[in-house]
Structures are given as C-alpha cells and as structure tokens.
C-alpha cells in the first residue's frame, strides 16, 4: 500500500468504507477499547468530532483487543456500548488487530517506519492517535496518555483543518 486512501475497511454495522471517500478531510485515526483506563476518551473524540466536523475532521474509532483483552465484545456489543453511553455518532469500525503478527494491514502501515519515518512505531496501547492530513499524509501521533482535550492536539487538529481550506 503506498498511502492511506487505497484501505478499505469494514464499518462496525459490517458495510464497507473506502477511505479514499474520505480525502479532502483531517482524520483522527484512534485504536479504542471498552474496558480502559481510558475508555473515558469516547467522550472527548465525540466532543471533538462535533466541535470541528463542519470544518472537515473525521473522528475514526478502531476497536482493537490487543492489550490485556480490554475489548471482549462483538461488534454489535461494542457500537451499543459506544452509542449508549458516549452517544457516540463519529464512524466506528470493525474490530482489528493493532499490534503483533496479526496486524491489521492500516496499523501497519501507520506503524511502519519506512511508510511512516516520523511517527512510525509499535502501537503501544489503546487510544493511541493518528493525525492524517486532508491529502492524507500523515501529520501527528499521540500516544494513549494525550486526552483529547489536550491542548498540543487541538492545536495540530486546528492546523491541519486550516490547512487547504
């Protein structure tokens, strides 16, 4: 794969998306879990998602098990959890593998150092974040610990959304 739009993924509702529907738009590409410590992130991203959707970002949430088993639920599970109590309305996907062998081919390319040189690097927990640009380059990365309120994130968002407005 040579860039982010030639992925296609699977919704969590099990439709397929193209994320080349998706150029022209800032994605926060997010690798999520239902039983963190950070779970609590949902409502920032969705907070996000609304303050700045009209500007063109795109909050995408990854479901992934990989760490300490902190997403058990089928997909089903996972959208009512995330609808029901974090009301929830940015795409959510299939659950993916993140890290390891089993590497979900987008992870690994966010991950790879050659495809990726700045930012490239194991996935080293849930809700690490992935900045894309609107002509999908890669911008950003930050790590489970940067909420999304956190002001360096806002910042990079901000920009990359003036960026070729």
């Known amino acids: 794969m040579s860039g982010i739009y030639e992925f296609t993924m699977k919704r969590i509702d ?11 738009k800032v994605l926060l590409i997010v690798n999520v879990a239902s ?6 992130q949902y409502a920032g991203l969705q907070k996000l998602f609304e303050t700045y959707k009209d500007r063109g970002l795109v909050v995408m949430g ?11 639920g089928t997909n089903k599970e996972i959208n009512e959890f995330c609808s029901l109590k ?10 993916i593998t993140v890290a390891g062998g089993k590497c979900h081919p987008l992870y690994k390319y966010l991950t790879d150092k050659a495809t990726n040189p700045e930012f490239g690097g194991k996935i080293t927990w849930n809700f690490n974040k992935f900045l894309i640009s609107r002509d999908g380059r890669i911008l950003a ?3 489970s610990r ?6 360096d994130l806002i910042s990079a968002i901000d920009a990359a959304l003036k960026a070729l407005e």
């Open 141 to 143: 990365r930050f790590g």
């Open 86 to 95: 974090y009301h929830v309305t940015f795409p959510m996907f299939e659950k």
């Open 35 to 40: 039983k963190c410590g950070f779970t609590g």
């Open 146 to 151: 940067t909420a999304p309120e956190d002001k």
């Open 62 to 72: 990854f479901p992934a098990n990989d760490f300490l088993f902190q997403e058990p």
């Open 14 to 24: 099990g439709t397929t998306a193209p994320l080349s529907d998706y150029k022209g």
